[in-house]
């Protein structure tokens, strides 16, 4: 009796919030129910995935979003947003309630095979660092020892930590919450001497401190954080999408086309250009990744080349005011490098 | 069919339609129910595969053998980030038990207070009680935890006022700080096994005196110095052990660190906000349980057994109590099962409890079904245990009624 | 005879106060407060008690607290970057106030902000007369606040339909949605709590095994993983590639529980409705749905309708822990606003902790005044 209710009552309720049954086709089923459904981070990571009062969103992982629903419908805003914690997104995107994760999720080898993801595209290599109060004194994370540590539960940075205190012989207190923003209070209240995330998240946690100037980031990077969009494995479809739409922002950037010289641009003689941006007459780019012809200036035209997008959100155009540095374009000393697109 | 027959045959008994036939019905009702339960089971096990097989994943128990890779805050067994999720999930488990033993133990000493409070005739007394009753019982026990948490304790001294005020007055040895309470922790010496023999000695031998003694009472009417033997046998035997052997404890005292107190014991705040929101949240709840238990033995009981010639404090104590119990009992099971149930909410605060600790291997293995599965395997069994102690305690209470 | 006898008074004597030492405020005082020694002892530390804390209770409260202000400087003292005189403490009403929308709606639509209060009003306009015992057409109230009013409000939050705008679950919050949740739990709960109650107490063992066990499996286990199954399990559950709402399944969540709580309390009901009232309705021909609905259940649920309303008070405070699967009820948005680098002041966490307890508060010592009253209406019914 009980089950059959529950069975019911949410069959019932299915209906009544239009769920939707999904092939193993990410592609097909966004195009059948009109927009890309998108894990962001959902205790407003300023920069990354961060809502305003007014509740619109916007960040770096925001904007790879918006490029694939810009690329999948010519629209970047046929999206919708679902905030998630570092613990509810890999069973959100494993159960298919959501069609792509971008939440500044590390891309690492147990996430790519053993949870059953697939990671290519990076849109911030970030890496581990710690914040202090500058009243400690403290100038390196090696002076860290015996000092308690705040961090957020179920991440991967809460496994670098105690690797990163053990294979230096230090002991630490950790101090462990489940939500960004109870960590932040605790931090502030003093219940920690450190703060330990990824460094751009210090960055931009800094800020919401009563007095940013009263910390500081230590120099120390303490592991490689490439943060990346991830979508369910064995669809390969939906995955070169979401990769190539990266791929287009860099690329972009390399051409020197930007949101304002869009249209201009596609007159250029460059063949590579008129190719990338579907001008030229026999183009099947898009067409075989599944995608209108236009689709790369459609994601220019929503949110502009990478270098846009990463000044806007958390370069200099931005509170936070990271420079490009390992995010900068491999012609200019940096790791974002787009394979060519032909 | 043979019913069938049975109705034309003989015209009796009187005609009652198949459909009508309670037996049958019964049976048609439960073969449905369990058709249904197991079409249900049926499609949820077969979508888990599916899903499973999607998302490249496996199911089994073997994940619990790999190393759990982060560190827990409080542990009482040894527990290092080599440990593996097994080892993770018993610290946590341990966890949960002693914050839900220590619960208990204050929610029913401050009930118990508190309820003979409100029935007190002492007018501000019993006014104070019911306000706090009122209060705590109509506020969520989540937000009590996060008061304490955010509210109190956060706001307590810095580590650093404390190291400031150490080098003012160096003999402090108890310290109150936003990182929790520091003490000096006892190191038991060689020879402390024998105390501890000693005082095992005592309680048992307090007890054969008890018995001793109301089996003495009963037959002659004489009550032997129970109080005063008993005190001697638990707290003087061990004593003089404790001081024959060389006083083998020393105290280990908190000291400056480098960021922290080193040594000594500490509280922390994590514990305590849960700790205290557990206990005065359903210290509320056992008010009122021991007021209705009271209230519930008549005032003709009271009355007989001064009538009797019995001082207050002995009506109380052999009369009315015995009584009372059998009404709070039962309703003071499932306040414990709910304090235990509620220390899950230490995951709000960062308490590493069973659902905080399985919470994180969730999240670091992604085996959400095994995980939530042993969750619930635990608290059963936890509520189960309870349930059965505390019928089994009810039932020996209930002898005295007769 | 009529001759009166000289010392049987005739005439009462003139009525006479009582001793001064029984009735004066005197009298009062040492009778409740100063009986006896130890009264006396309780009650000095009862006083230098309140004396030494309500002043500076009601000073942080009121009257060294921030009324006015449009971010945390406001609340802030000197030291701290503010201009408030240094060692002052007291609440943050600024913030409640600049949130206040927030924490009622969540991320609601502000233009859009008339549908929640259409659907309170709603609300309040059925549930005042429902809970009137007074009021006649109860049965009709009952139908319009049980069955039409869910339906409407639904339509009408979510839009969608009838040219109003979508508005997406995740941007509700505050305590619209401890409200929500609460209300549906309620109304889920009743019948599936009273289906389980009967099933509990029905003959056949299959039925009754499968009852047992559902009950006992939930109120054994918290809420919390109760929430977690809702939200991370579900999915799985269920066909491939579905999605479910999130604030579905945390609705899903709290209805199993709240249904498995109910039904123990329709059970206790159940339980003390005498054998006599069964057998008569099944000597008179009553079917089993008959005779449940028209004889048993009536009776069985006016008994225990305290009861019901303080399930009713657990789940309304159960609602909180919807925040811990990141949802924002009030509780959950409250907190979230202490990260808000626009409010971050030591006095905020508090302040704002007050607010949403007080809240709380309110409501559940409103529903447990009310079950008092019924329970004391039922009371004067059953003395005749």
């Given at each position: 009796?009980?089950?059959k209710?529950?069975?019911?009552?949410?069959?019932?309720?299915?209906?009544?919030?239009?769920?939707?049954?999904?092939?193993?086709?990410?592609?097909?089923?966004?195009?059948?129910?009109?927009?890309?459904?998108?894990?962001?981070?959902g205790?407003?990571?300023?920069?990354?995935?961060?809502?305003?009062?007014?509740g619109?969103?916007?960040?770096?992982?925001?904007?790879?979003?918006?490029?694939?629903?810009?690329?999948?419908?010519?629209?970047a805003?046929?999206?919708?947003?679902?905030?998630?914690s570092?613990?509810?997104?890999?069973p959100?995107?494993?159960?298919?309630?959501i069609?792509?994760?971008?939440?500044?999720?590390?891309?690492?080898?147990?996430?790519?095979?053993?949870?059953?993801?697939?990671?290519?595209?990076?849109?911030?290599?970030?890496?581990?660092?710690?914040m202090v109060k500058?009243e400690?004194?403290?100038?390196?994370?090696?002076?860290l020892?015996?000092?308690?540590?705040?961090?957020?539960?179920?991440?991967?940075?809460e496994?670098?930590l105690?690797?990163y205190?053990r294979?230096?012989?230090?002991?630490?207190?950790?101090?462990?919450?489940?939500?960004?923003?109870?960590?932040?209070?605790?931090?502030?209240a003093?219940?920690?001497?450190?703060?330990?995330?990824?460094?751009s998240?210090?960055y931009s946690?800094?800020?919401?401190?009563?007095?940013?100037d009263?910390?500081?980031?230590l120099?120390e990077?303490?592991?490689?954080?490439?943060?990346?969009?991830?979508?369910?494995?064995?669809?390969?479809?939906?995955?070169?999408?979401?990769?190539?739409?990266h791929?287009?922002?860099?690329?972009?950037?390399?051409?020197?086309?930007?949101?304002?010289?869009?249209?201009?641009?596609?007159k250029?003689?460059?063949p590579?250009?008129?190719?990338?941006?579907?001008?030229?007459?026999?183009?099947?780019?898009?067409?075989?990744?599944?995608?209108?012809?236009?689709?790369?200036v459609?994601?220019?035209?929503?949110?502009?080349?990478y270098?846009e997008?990463f000044?806007?959100?958390?370069?200099?155009?931005?509170?936070?005011k990271?420079?490009r540095?390992?995010?900068g374009?491999?012609?200019?000393?940096?790791?974002q490098?787009?394979?060519?697109?032909? | 069919?043979?019913?069938?027959?049975a109705?034309?045959?003989s015209?009796?008994?009187?005609?009652?339609?198949l459909l009508?036939?309670?037996?049958l019905?019964?049976?048609?009702?439960?073969?449905?129910?369990?058709?249904?339960?197991?079409?249900?089971?049926?499609?949820?096990?077969?979508?888990?595969?599916q899903?499973?097989?999607r998302?490249?994943m496996?199911?089994g128990?073997g994940?619990?053998?790999?190393r759990a890779?982060?560190?827990?805050?409080q542990t009482?067994i040894?527990?290092?980030?080599?440990?593996?999720?097994?080892?993770?999930?018993q610290?946590?488990?341990?966890?949960?038990?002693?914050?839900?033993?220590?619960?208990?133990?204050?929610?029913?000493?401050?009930?118990?207070?508190?309820?003979v409070?409100?029935?007190?005739?002492?007018?501000?007394v019993?006014?104070?009680?019911t306000?706090y009753?009122?209060?705590?019982?109509n506020?969520?026990?989540l937000?009590?935890?996060f008061?304490?948490?955010?509210?109190v304790?956060?706001?307590?001294?810095?580590?650093?006022?404390?190291?400031?005020h150490?080098?003012?007055?160096?003999?402090a040895v108890?310290?109150?700080?936003?990182r929790?309470?520091?003490?000096p922790?006892?190191?038991?010496?060689?020879?402390?096994?024998?105390v501890?023999?000693?005082?095992?000695?005592?309680?048992?031998?307090?007890?054969?005196?008890?018995?001793?003694?109301?089996?003495?009472?009963?037959?002659?009417g004489?009550?032997?110095?129970?109080?005063?033997v008993?005190?001697?046998l638990?707290?003087?035997?061990?004593?003089a052990?404790?001081?024959?052997?060389?006083?083998?404890?020393?105290?280990?005292?908190?000291?400056?660190?480098?960021?922290?107190?080193?040594?000594?014991?500490?509280?922390g705040?994590?514990?305590?906000?849960?700790?205290?929101?557990?206990?005065?949240?359903?210290?509320?709840?056992?008010?009122?349980?021991?007021?209705?238990?009271?209230?519930?033995?008549?005032?003709?009981?009271?009355?007989?057994?001064?009538?009797?010639?019995?001082?207050?404090?002995?009506?109380?104590?052999l009369?009315?109590?015995?009584?009372?119990?059998?009404?709070?009992i039962?309703p003071l099971?499932?306040?414990?099962?709910?304090?235990?149930?509620?220390?899950?909410?230490?995951?709000?605060?960062?308490y590493?409890?069973?659902?905080?600790?399985?919470?994180?291997?969730?999240?670091?293995?992604?085996?959400?079904i095994?995980i939530?599965s042993?969750?619930?395997?635990?608290?059963?069994?936890?509520?189960?245990?309870t349930?059965?102690?505390?019928?089994?305690?009810n039932?020996?209470?209930?002898?005295?009624?007769? | 005879?009529?001759?009166?006898i000289?010392?049987?008074?005739?005439?009462?004597l003139?009525?006479e106060?009582?001793?001064?030492?029984?009735?004066?405020?005197?009298?009062w005082?040492?009778?409740?407060?100063?009986?006896?020694?130890?009264?006396?002892?309780?009650?000095?530390?009862?006083?230098?008690?309140?004396?030494?804390?309500?002043?500076?209770?009601?000073?942080?409260?009121?009257?060294?607290?921030?009324?006015?202000?449009t971010?945390?400087?406001?609340?802030?003292?000197v030291?701290?970057?503010?201009?408030?005189?240094?060692?002052?403490?007291?609440?943050c009403?600024?913030?409640?106030?600049?949130?206040?929308?927030?924490?009622?709606f969540?991320?609601?639509?502000r233009?859009?902000?008339?549908?929640?209060?259409?659907?309170?009003a709603?609300?309040?306009?059925?549930?005042?007369?429902?809970?009137?015992?007074?009021?006649?057409?109860?049965?009709?109230?009952?139908?319009?606040l049980?069955?039409?009013?869910?339906?409407?409000?639904?339509f009408?939050?979510i839009?969608?339909?009838f040219?109003?705008?979508?508005?997406?679950?995740?941007l509700?919050?505050?305590?619209?949605v401890?409200?929500?949740?609460?209300?549906?739990?309620?109304?889920?709960?009743?019948?599936?709590?009273?289906?389980?109650?009967?099933?509990?107490?029905?003959?056949?063992?299959?039925?009754?095994?499968?009852?047992?066990?559902?009950?006992?499996?939930?109120?054994g286990?918290?809420?919390?993983?109760?929430?977690?199954?809702?939200?991370?399990?579900?999915?799985?559950f269920?066909?491939?590639?579905?999605?479910?709402?999130?604030f579905?399944?945390?609705l899903?969540?709290?209805?199993?529980?709240?249904?498995?709580?109910?039904?123990?309390?329709?059970?206790?009901?159940?339980?003390?409705?005498?054998?006599?009232?069964y057998?008569?309705?099944?000597a008179?021909?009553?079917?089993?749905?008959?005779?449940?609905?028209?004889?048993?259940?009536?009776?069985?649920?006016?008994?225990?309708?305290?009861?019901?309303?303080?399930t009713?008070?657990g789940?309304?405070?159960?609602?909180?822990?919807?925040?811990?699967?990141?949802?924002?009820?009030?509780?959950?948005i409250?907190?979230?606003?202490?990260?808000?680098?626009?409010?971050?002041?030591?006095?905020t966490?508090?302040t704002?902790?007050?607010?949403?307890g007080?809240t709380?508060?309110?409501?559940?010592?409103?529903?447990?005044?009310?079950?008092?009253?019924?329970?004391?209406?039922?009371?004067?019914?059953?003395k005749?």
């Amino acid at each position: 009796m009980a089950k059959k209710i529950v069975t019911a009552l949410v069959g019932a309720a299915v209906l009544g919030l239009g769920a939707t049954a999904a092939q193993a086709d990410t592609l097909s089923d966004v195009k059948a129910k009109g927009f890309v459904q998108c894990g962001v981070n959902g205790s407003n990571l300023a920069g990354f995935g961060a809502q305003d009062s007014a509740g619109n969103w916007a960040g770096l992982d925001i904007d790879i979003c918006k490029a694939v629903a810009a690329a999948v419908f010519g629209d970047a805003t046929k999206v919708k947003f679902t905030p998630l914690s570092a613990k509810d997104r890999f069973p959100a995107l494993q159960s298919g309630e959501i069609d792509l994760l971008a939440r500044n999720t590390t891309w690492s080898v147990s996430r790519d095979s053993q949870l059953g993801f697939d990671f290519r595209a990076v849109n911030y290599y970030d890496g581990q660092g710690f914040m202090v109060k500058k009243e400690l004194g403290v100038k390196s994370a090696l002076e860290l020892s015996g000092a308690s540590v705040c961090v957020q539960s179920g991440t991967t940075t809460e496994l670098n930590l105690a690797d990163y205190f053990r294979s230096n012989n230090m002991d630490f207190k950790p101090v462990v919450f489940e939500a960004q923003d109870e960590a932040d209070a605790a931090y502030n209240a003093g219940r920690c001497d450190a703060y330990t995330t990824d460094a751009s998240g210090l960055y931009s946690i800094r800020l919401k401190m009563a007095n940013p100037d009263d910390h500081m980031v230590l120099p120390e990077i303490i592991s490689k954080e490439p943060l990346g969009p991830a979508v369910r494995q064995n669809d390969s479809k939906w995955f070169d999408i979401v990769t190539w739409s990266h791929y287009a922002m860099v690329a972009a950037e390399e051409f020197g086309i930007t949101t304002a010289n869009v249209e201009e641009m596609k007159k250029s003689a460059n063949p590579d250009i008129k190719r990338f941006l579907g001008e030229e007459a026999d183009s099947t780019i898009g067409a075989d990744l599944g995608l209108p012809k236009d689709w790369a200036v459609q994601i220019i035209k929503a949110v502009g080349n990478y270098g846009e997008s990463f000044e806007r959100n958390v370069g200099e155009g931005s509170p936070l005011k990271i420079a490009r540095g390992l995010n900068g374009l491999w012609t200019k000393g940096g790791l974002q490098y787009a394979p060519p697109i032909r | 069919m043979a019913l069938a027959d049975a109705r034309t045959g003989s015209g009796e008994p009187p005609k009652v339609s198949l459909l009508y036939n309670p037996a049958l019905r019964s049976v048609v009702y439960q073969v449905v129910t369990l058709v249904v339960i197991i079409a249900a089971v049926w499609y949820a096990w077969n979508n888990v595969v599916q899903n499973l097989a999607r998302a490249n994943m496996t199911a089994g128990f073997g994940f619990l053998n790999s190393r759990a890779g982060f560190d827990l805050a409080q542990t009482l067994i040894s527990y290092s980030s080599d440990s593996t999720y097994f080892r993770a999930l018993q610290v946590g488990l341990l966890n949960t038990l002693v914050v839900a033993a220590a619960g208990i133990v204050t929610a029913t000493i401050v009930g118990l207070l508190v309820g003979v409070g409100r029935l007190s005739h002492n007018w501000l007394v019993a006014r104070l009680c019911t306000v706090y009753v009122e209060v705590f019982r109509n506020i969520p026990p989540l937000l009590v935890i996060f008061f304490w948490y955010l509210g109190v304790l956060a706001l307590l001294p810095s580590i650093r006022t404390i190291f400031q005020h150490l080098k003012e007055d160096p003999d402090a040895v108890f310290f109150i700080s936003n990182r929790g309470i520091y003490m000096p922790a006892p190191v038991f010496g060689e020879g402390f096994g024998v105390v501890f023999v000693a005082l095992l000695i005592g309680i048992v031998a307090a007890i054969a005196f008890t018995i001793w003694a109301n089996a003495r009472q009963r037959a002659t009417g004489q009550r032997p110095p129970v109080l005063w033997v008993n005190l001697a046998l638990i707290v003087l035997l061990p004593l003089a052990v404790f001081i024959v052997m060389g006083q083998p404890l020393t105290l280990d005292y908190a000291v400056p660190g480098s960021f922290n107190m080193k040594g000594g014991m500490v509280i922390g705040p994590e514990f305590l906000a849960l700790y205290l929101a557990l206990s005065l949240y359903t210290a509320s709840f056992i008010a009122e349980i021991v007021r209705a238990g009271i209230r519930g033995v008549s005032h003709g009981q009271s009355e007989a057994s001064y009538a009797l010639g019995l001082r207050p404090g002995q009506a109380t104590r052999l009369v009315v109590l015995p009584q009372a119990l059998r009404i709070i009992i039962p309703p003071l099971t499932s306040q414990y099962l709910n304090l235990i149930k509620n220390s899950s909410l230490a995951v709000a605060v960062g308490y590493a409890d069973l659902v905080a600790v399985g919470g994180t291997i969730l999240n670091q293995s992604g085996k959400s079904i095994e995980i939530i599965s042993i969750w619930m395997l635990i608290y059963v069994s936890i509520s189960l245990i309870t349930s059965l102690f505390m019928n089994w305690f009810n039932a020996k209470m209930a002898l005295v009624e007769r | 005879m009529t001759e009166s006898i000289v010392y049987v008074r005739d005439r009462f004597l003139q009525q006479e106060k009582p001793p001064a030492s029984e009735k004066s405020a005197y009298a009062w005082i040492r009778n409740n407060l100063f009986a006896s020694w130890k009264d006396s002892i309780l009650t000095i530390i009862a006083i230098t008690a309140i004396v030494l804390y309500v002043p500076k209770a009601l000073n942080w409260l009121f009257f060294s607290a921030v009324w006015t202000g449009t971010d945390r400087v406001a609340c802030l003292t000197v030291e701290q970057g503010g201009q408030l005189p240094a060692g002052w403490s007291g609440a943050c009403w600024a913030y409640v106030n600049d949130r206040f929308v927030q924490f009622m709606f969540g991320s609601y639509p502000r233009d859009e902000l008339w549908r929640p209060l259409l659907v309170l009003a709603m609300f309040v306009a059925l549930l005042v007369p429902f809970l009137m015992p007074k009021v006649p057409r109860k049965g009709l109230n009952a139908l319009l606040l049980l069955v039409v009013f869910p339906i409407v409000s639904f339509f009408l939050l979510i839009g969608g339909v009838f040219g109003l705008r979508h508005v997406e679950t995740s941007l509700w919050g505050g305590l619209m949605v401890t409200l929500i949740i609460s209300f549906v739990g309620i109304v889920s709960s009743l019948p599936i709590g009273i289906l389980l109650a009967l099933g509990r107490r029905s003959s056949m063992p299959i039925l009754k095994t499968a009852c047992v066990v559902f009950i006992e499996l939930i109120r054994g286990v918290p809420l919390i993983t109760v929430l977690f199954m809702a939200s991370v399990l579900l999915p799985l559950f269920l066909e491939p590639g579905n999605n479910i709402d999130k604030f579905l399944r945390a609705l899903i969540g709290v209805s199993i529980f709240a249904s498995a709580y109910m039904a123990e309390v329709i059970r206790g009901g159940l339980q003390a409705i005498p054998k006599g009232q069964y057998e008569a309705a099944d000597a008179l021909g009553l079917n089993y749905f008959h005779k449940m609905t028209f004889i048993v259940l009536p009776q069985a649920i006016k008994l225990v309708i305290p009861g019901i309303v303080n399930t009713f008070i657990g789940m309304f405070k159960d609602t909180s822990l919807v925040t811990i699967i990141s949802m924002y009820d009030l509780l959950g948005i409250v907190k979230a606003s202490f990260g808000d680098s626009g409010w971050i002041t030591p006095v905020t966490p508090l302040t704002g902790l007050i607010f949403a307890g007080f809240t709380f508060w309110i409501f559940c010592f409103g529903m447990s005044r009310y079950s008092a009253f019924i329970e004391r209406r039922l009371d004067k019914s059953h003395k005749r």
